[in-house]
Structures are given as structure tokens and as C-alpha cells.
């Protein structure tokens, strides 16, 4: 049974009846309505914590899904449940995926840089400290796009480049 007919509390009920209504409505053709009903069913999945489920509907998503702008925030929400799953070679090539499919995803650079972070302070915490300035520049990198793309959206980002030093002059505009 899809989750968008299991949905037992009225806020659920409500919005996939609204969701329902929208789609039915939209001049959309049949698939892109059907990878539409599999991202949110995926996204509901997600949101109460069933990934196996989750990943399955974006999977059928991608299947359907043509717009790159859709495909690319379906990939998103995969990486980000790799990501949590802690497979975070996994997440990052998934949110390389998503930023091929729509480059004009902040939120992917943000969630990649905070990979290479942390993988930069287990080095240095390890005493690997080459390997570890390694990771800082790779997050600064992708954190510089993020900032780019998003200025002032992320202000504790802005702050690390600027106080490890990371930071260009040109960075925030």
C-alpha cells in the first residue's frame, strides 16, 4: 500500500488529499505525476525516520523523473539519508549527482564540506596533520560555492572560512 493512503493524523491526511488535488490539477504528463507521488511518498518515509522505504520511492522517483531540478532534489534527500546512515563516500558521490542534475543546490556544497570537516578533524585529532589541511581545503572549496550561491545563509560557514583563514576576499558576493 503507498504510505500517501496510510497516513493516519489529520495534517497527513490533509496535506496528501491537498497533494492529491494539485496533481490531479497540474497540466503534467501521467509519469511525471507518477515520480511525483513517488518522491512523496519518499519524502514522508524519510521524514518518519523508514529509510529502506524512503530510498525506494526516490529510486522509483529517478526512475520516472525527467526535470533536472526534481531529479537533482530527490538525489539530494538520498544523500542526505547516506549521509545520516554514515555512508559518506555514498552521500558524496550521491550529492555530486545532485549538483550534475541542478548545480544550484547550496545545501549540497553545505553537506559535503561538513563530510570533509569532519574528516579533517579525525585527522587532525590522529596527528595526520597534511591529511587533515587536505580535507579543510576540500570543505572550504565547496563551502566558498555554498556561501557563493547562498550569501549570508550560512553565517557558522562564513565564520570557519573566515577564522581558519580559508577565506577569499571575494567569497561572499
Known amino acids: 500500500m503507498p504510505r500517501s493512503n496510510r497516513n493516519d493524523n489529520f495534517i497527513d491526511k490533509s496535506f496528501t488529499v491537498m497533494a492529491d488535488l494539485i496533481v490531479k490539477l497540474l497540466p503534467i504528463n501521467a509519469r511525471a505525476k507518477e515520480a511525483y507521488v513517488y518522491y512523496r511518498d519518499g519524502l514522508s518515509a524519510q521524514n518518519d525516520g523508514d529509510y529502506a522505504e524512503a530510498l525506494e520511492n526516490y529510486e522509483e522517483s529517478l526512475k520516472l523523473e525527467e526535470n533536472p531540478i526534481d531529479r537533482g532534489e530527490t538525489l539530494k534527500n538520498m544523500a542526505i539519508i547516506y549521509m545520516s546512515n554514515g555512508e559518506e563516500d555514498r552521500a558524496l558521490a550521491t550529492y555530486q549527482k545532485a549538483l550534475d542534475e541542478n548545480p544550484k543546490q547550496p545545501s549540497c556544497l553545505k553537506n559535503m564540506g561538513l563530510i570533509f570537516e569532519k574528516r579533517g578533524r579525525t585527522a587532525e585529532e590522529e596527528g595526520r596533520r597534511d591529511d587533515a589541511d587536505g580535507w579543510f581545503d576540500q570543505a572550504a572549496e565547496v563551502w566558498t560555492q555554498a556561501v557563493r550561491l547562498n550569501p549570508g545563509g550560512y553565517?557558522?560557514?562564513?565564520?570557519?572560512?573566515?577564522?581558519?583563514?580559508?577565506?577569499?576576499?571575494?567569497?561572499?558576493?
Open 155 to 173: 553565517l557558522d560557514i562564513e565564520n570557519w572560512l573566515k577564522s581558519t583563514g580559508r577565506s577569499n576576499v571575494d567569497v561572499y558576493f
